[in-house]
Structures are given as structure tokens and as C-alpha cells.
């Protein structure tokens, strides 16, 4: 369970979000829009314990982020799963590796996760490029490495920030495919996305709840999209 409660955030200069609360109950779907610099990125980065709200509580399985130490936050993204909006790999490592690597990171067996592994890399349609480097990879295939990646661990909630940003219609329709998967398995999706277009096509196909950043706010937009 995801709770804020009067949530604010500034970099520095005036408030990029202000007095936002909201709870997302584990296996909802929620999309978040809102212009290009409205705060979506900001917003996931809040989920993830990466920032940390400059006013207001954001709480991950009750506990504020703000009081969580190092150790806590780590262990609280092992069930957190992001797929950033510009997901890097380390382009000497194969991709398999580095859909892997929370795996070596968090010290799991990765002899017992190579049937996972193999499940993974076909549910995403990556089998075939399990070897390739990722400079070698088109934007769809990357995109949907990052998924793999961030799924690896079994996470319970998904956030993906732009996961269709630079991908033809196709490709955005196949991603929206696999994290609406997800969610049928029980895990909570929280999807960053400037594209009405893909919501559209999203709702005829799952309940989803849409969360939209205007000034300064976040709203719940109705269901006229
Ligand atoms: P979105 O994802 O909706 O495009 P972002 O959350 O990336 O929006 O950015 C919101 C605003 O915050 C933008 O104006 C951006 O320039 C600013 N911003 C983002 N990151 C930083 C940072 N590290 N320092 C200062 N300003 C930032
Ligand atoms: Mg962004």
C-alpha cells in the first residue's frame, strides 16, 4: 500500500507539487499524466524513495520514506519495480545480464532463477536477443528489457515512467499488453504517461484509475478522456 498525505515537492525554487494525497491499494492500475514538466518523474522518483517529499508523508507498507534509513529504502525496492523513463544498461554486460543484475545485486541464487529467467525472456519476446548488447537493440526491445528488468525481482507494485515514449503505436499496444498482465497477476501498475491516446486504449481493457498533474495538483480526472 502507497500512501501520501499532503505531499509537496520543490527542487529548490517554488512548489513543483503541492498538498497531494492519495492512497493506491495494492493490485489497482493507475496512470499518471500531465504535461512534459508538470512532475510525473518527480512523482514516481517519491514512490520509489528516491526523493523525498519536502512537506507531507509518503508512506510505503505504513512507513514514511522520510524516516526510513538506507537499508530500509533498499529492502522497500526490492517490492518496488521502475522502469525509468531513460532505462541505462551497462552496454558490455549481454542483455541477459543485465536484466539480472538486481538478481547478483541482492545476492539471490541466480543458478534456481534461470528457469525464471528463461520465462522472463519469453514473455517479453526477448529469447532471441538474450546475447545482443544493448547498443545493438531497437527502442521497443529496450523498453521492454527495462519491463523484464524491473520485474526480475517479483515486485509486487510496477512503475513505469514513459514506457511507450519512444515507440511506434505497435510496440506501445504490446508494453500496455504485458503490464496489463501484470496486473491481472495481483501487481499494483502505476504507469507515468503523457499519451491520452494509450490511456484510451488501456481502459478498454483494464480498470484504471487516471491521476492528472495541473497545476500543481493532483486530480482525478474524469471519464471523458
Ligand atoms: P515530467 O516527468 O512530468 O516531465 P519532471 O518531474 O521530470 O516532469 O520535472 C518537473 C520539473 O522539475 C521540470 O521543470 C524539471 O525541469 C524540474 N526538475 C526535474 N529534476 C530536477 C532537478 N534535479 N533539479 C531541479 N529541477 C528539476
Ligand atoms: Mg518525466
Known sequence: MIELENVAYS?????LL??????IQP????????????????FLKMLYGELIATAGHVRLGGIDTRSM????IALTRRSIGMVPQDTQFLDHLRLVENISL?????????GSAQTNLDDLLRWVGLTNHANAYPPELSGGERQRAALARAVIMSPSVI????PTGNVDWEMSQRLLTLLVELNRLGKTIL?????LTLIRAAKAQ??????????????LAGADL
Not at 159 to 162: F, R
Not at 206 to 219: G, K, S
Open 11 to 15: 527542487y529548490g525554487g517554488g512548489e
Open 18 to 23: 503541492s498538498n497531494v494525497s492519495l492512497s
Open 27 to 42: 493490485g489497482s492500475f493507475h496512470f499518471l499524466t500531465g504535461p512534459s514538466g508538470s512532475g510525473k518523474t518527480t
Open 69 to 72: 534509513s538506507r537499508d530500509q
Open 102 to 110: 538486481p538478481l547478483l545485486v541482492s545476492g539471490r541464487d541466480t
Open 159 to 162: 512503475l513505469a515512467d514513459e
Open 191 to 195: 504507469i507515468a504517461t503523457h499519451d
Open 206 to 219: 483494464v480498470q484504471a484509475r487516471v491521476l492528472r498533474i495541473a497545476e500543481r495538483r493532483l486530480h
